[in-house]
C-alpha cells in the first residue's frame, strides 16, 4: 500500500498556495484599488525577500554548533541558486523591458503561455512524460487564462505605423523570452530542490537564492542611482503583503519538493479564478461574460488534468542532467 504521506502533503502545499496567491491578490488590490494607499511596491518586494531570507536562513542554522559557519558554508555551495537569481532577475528586466513596447493586455495574455513553457521544460529537463491528456488539459488552462485575463484587461491598440509595429516586435521577443525563461527557471528550481534529497533542504536553497536575489536588487539600484528606501506611505496592509510575499516564496520551493512545476502552474491559475470571484463577491468588481468563461474553462481544465489516470513512469526524475554538486547536510525541511 502507497505511503498516503507524500499525497497529503502534495495536497496540503497546493492548497496553502492558491490560498496565498488568493490573499495576496485581494490584498494588493484593496490595499491599492480602494483604500489608494501610495507605498513603494517595489520596496514591498525587497522587504519580503529580506524577510523569506531571514526565515529561511534561521532554520538552516537551527541546531547548528556554530550558525556563522553553517551560513557561510551555505554562500560557498551556492553556484546553483546564483545562477536561479540571475535567471530570475533577467526574467524581471525582460518584463520591464517588454512592457515599454507592448499595451498590457498583450503582454498578459503572452505571460500565460507559462502554463505550457513550464511543462514543456518539464519534459526536456526533468524527463517528465505527460499524456496526451495531460497535454490537452495545459492548452485548455492556457486558453483560459488568456480569457480571463483578455477580459479583465480590455483589448490592446494596434501599432500605427511601421516603427511603432518595430517596437511591438522587440517587445513581444522579449516577452516571449521571459515566458520560455520562466518555464526552464520553474524546472530547473524543481530539479535542483529533488536532486538535493537530504543534502540541503528547502530553506537551505531559499536562503542561498534569497542572498543572491538581494544583492542583485542592489547592484541594479546602484546602478540607477536610486537612494535607500523610504518606507513613504508604509501601511499595515503593506506589512501584511511582506508577509504574505515571504511566505510565498517559500511555498514555491515547497510545492516544488512535494508536487512539481506544473501542479504549481495549476494551483497558480486555480488562485486566479479564486480570486476573480472572490473581487467581484467582496469588492464588487465587475465580472465579464468572458471572465466567467474564462473561468469555467480554467476550473474544467484543472479537473481534467488531475482526474487523468495515466501512470507516471517510474524512472522519472531519477535520470536528470547533470547538476552541480552539493555540500551534505543532515536533516530535511
Request: hydrophobic fraction near 55%.
Amino acid at each position: 500500500m502507497d505511503d498516503p504521506k507524500p499525497a497529503t502533503a502534495r495536497i496540503a502545499v497546493l492548497a496553502a498556495m492558491l490560498f496565498q496567491n488568493v490573499a495576496y491578490t485581494l490584498l494588493r488590490r484593496y490595499s491599492q484599488g480602494v483604500l489608494h494607499e501610495n507605498y513603494s511596491y517595489a520596496e514591498v518586494l525587497v522587504l519580503a525577500e529580506v524577510a523569506k531570507t531571514a526565515v529561511a536562513g534561521a532554520v538552516a542554522c537551527r541546531g547548528e554548533a556554530n550558525p556563522l559557519a553553517t551560513l557561510a558554508a551555505l554562500v560557498r555551495d551556492s553556484r546553483q541558486m546564483l545562477f536561479l537569481a540571475i535567471v530570475y532577475a533577467t526574467m524581471n528586466l525582460l518584463s520591464f523591458a517588454a512592457l515599454r513596447r507592448v499595451d498590457a493586455s498583450t503582454f498578459t495574455v503572452c505571460a500565460q503561455l507559462k502554463i505550457l513553457s513550464t511543462a514543456g521544460c518539464s519534459a526536456v529537463f526533468l524527463r517528465r512524460a505527460l499524456s496526451p491528456a495531460k497535454w490537452r488539459a495545459l492548452a485548455s488552462l492556457t486558453v483560459g487564462a488568456i480569457l480571463v485575463s483578455r477580459s479583465a484587461l480590455g483589448g490592446g491598440g494596434a501599432a500605427e505605423d511601421a516603427g511603432d509595429r518595430r517596437v511591438a516586435v522587440v517587445g513581444l521577443a522579449a516577452v516571449l523570452t521571459e515566458v520560455t525563461l520562466s518555464g526552464f527557471a520553474s524546472a530547473y528550481f524543481e530539479g535542483v530542490i529533488k536532486a538535493s534529497g537530504k543534502r540541503l533542504t528547502i530553506f537551505d536553497r531559499n536562503f542561498q537564492l534569497g542572498l543572491h536575489s538581494l544583492l542583485l536588487y542592489g547592484a541594479v539600484i546602484a546602478v540607477e542611482g536610486g537612494g535607500p528606501p523610504s518606507f513613504r506611505g508604509f501601511s499595515p496592509a503593506a506589512g501584511a503583503l511582506v508577509a504574505l510575499g515571504a511566505a510565498g516564496g517559500l511555498l514555491v520551493a515547497l510545492t516544488l519538493k512535494y508536487a512539481d512545476a506544473i501542479l504549481k502552474t495549476l494551483a497558480t491559475a486555480g488562485g486566479v479564478v479564486v480570486s476573480i470571484a472572490l473581487e467581484a463577491l467582496l469588492l464588487g468588481a465587475p465580472l465579464s461574460a468572458g471572465t466567467a468563461l474564462g473561468a469555467a474553462v480554467v476550473v474544467i481544465a484543472i479537473f481534467d488534468y488531475a482526474l487523468d489516470a495515466t501512470p507516471k513512469r517510474e524512472d522519472e526524475l531519477e535520470d536528470l542532467p547533470p547538476l552541480l554538486d552539493a555540500p551534505t547536510r543532515d536533516g530535511d525541511a
